[in-house]
């Protein structure tokens, strides 16, 4: 029974290549059209693992303080004038 076997082996197939010899890891992917889940994996992975790895070093930038931000309470008392 394949269905069996399946399930005692109990791996996270790749779902790009489906390569069984290897692990795999699921990851959830968001973007403006939505989130994906996937099982990749580290091959498959890999543009994600260096994309994240980058994003990580990157220096942090400090927005200078030039935008105003206003507070709901100033907001509110905008409108009511
Ligand atoms: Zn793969």
Known sequence: MLGE????????VCDI???RSKDA????????D?????????DDAKPI???LA???SR???RRPNRIPVATMEQI??????
């Open 17 to 19: 290549c489906g390569d």
């Open 34 to 42: 939505g989130a994906v889940s996937v099982d990749l994996c580290d």
């Open 54 to 56: 980058k994003i990580r």
């Open 59 to 61: 220096p942090v930038v």
């Open 76 to 81: 509110e008392r905008l409108k009511q004038r």
């Open 5 to 12: 076997r399946v399930a005692k082996l109990n791996l996270t």
């Open 25 to 32: 890891s699921p990851y959830t992917i968001k973007s403006n």
């Open 49 to 51: 693992e260096d994309l």
